[in-house]
T-cell receptor, first 114, second 113 residues
Framework: AQSVTQLGSHVSVSEGALVLLRCNYSSSVPPYLFWYVQYPNQGLQLLLKYTSAATLVKGINGFEAEFKKSETSFHLTKPSAHMSDAAEYFCAVSGSGGSYIPTFGRGTSLIVHP | ETGVTQSPTHLIKTRGQQVTLRCSSQSGHNTVSWYQQALGQGPQFIFQYYREEENGRGNFPPRFSGLQFPNYSSELNVNALELDDSALYLC????????????FGPGTRLTVT
């Protein structure tokens, strides 16, 4: 079985501040981990993915995430928030039971204040 | 390269009715997955189609059914609509059933009244 917990349904930051969105996973096998972003009235766009290569993964729009097996975490960070980063962010895990179907977290809404 | 497209964008149906949602996969992709995203929730896997055959199903009742066509486009059909079926329905295509990378369409917003 696999699952994802995203801590905090809403995260509010000021423009230019550090963004940290938390994700903890549960998986019976080495996981594949993903972060997706969803803008209002749009589908999901892949930000970055971890597939057992480098533990620090860089994605689009300046985001990165670090896989920490000991903490079963895959937190998403960005050094400096832009207003355009305001969106819903989803963490997802796949790989358990040989399945490539991702299990998504409930999402974290990122709010960026000017 | 054409991305994943879905139609219609929005749909309003009455409880008990039936609905069909459509998805065109990205060029070169033979696998389509469907997800239901209720308000304030993450996407929930409904089922996946690979080369016109169902290739996995989530915890959804049989009134949720699907098809995949020879050109790899797909339909999601929902019978006997319930109020709780109101959600954003997302289609995602991938290059193969063994591919972990999925490309999502913009979704169809279904409202059941």
């Amino acid at each position: 079985a696999q699952s994802v917990t995203q801590l905090g349904s809403h995260v509010s930051v000021s423009e230019g501040a550090l963004v940290l969105l938390r994700c903890n996973y549960s998986s019976s096998v080495p996981p594949y981990l993903f972060w997706y972003v969803q803008y209002p009235n749009q589908g999901l766009q892949l930000l970055l993915k971890y597939t057992s290569a480098a533990t620090l993964v860089k994605g689009i729009n300046g985001f990165e995430a670090e896989f920490k097996k000991s903490e079963t975490s895959f937190h998403l960070t960005k050094p400096s928030a832009h207003m355009s980063d305001a969106a819903e962010y989803f963490c997802a895990v796949s790989g358990s039971g040989g399945s490539y179907i991702p299990t998504f977290g409930r999402g974290t809404s990122l709010i960026v204040h000017p | 390269e054409t991305g994943v497209t879905q139609s219609p964008t929005h749909l309003i149906k009455t409880r008990g009715q039936q609905v069909t949602l459509r998805c065109s996969s990205q060029s070169g992709h033979n696998t389509v997955s469907w997800y239901q995203q209720a308000l304030g929730q993450g996407p929930q896997f409904i089922f996946q189609y690979y080369r016109e055959e169902e290739n996995g199903r989530g915890n959804f009742p049989p009134r949720f059914s699907g098809l995949q066509f020879p050109n790899y486009s797909s339909e999601l059909n929902v019978n006997a609509l319930e109020l709780d079926d109101s959600a954003l329905y997302l289609c995602a295509s991938s290059q193969d059933r063994g591919s972990y990378e999925q490309y999502f369409g913009p979704g169809t917003r279904l409202t059941v009244t």
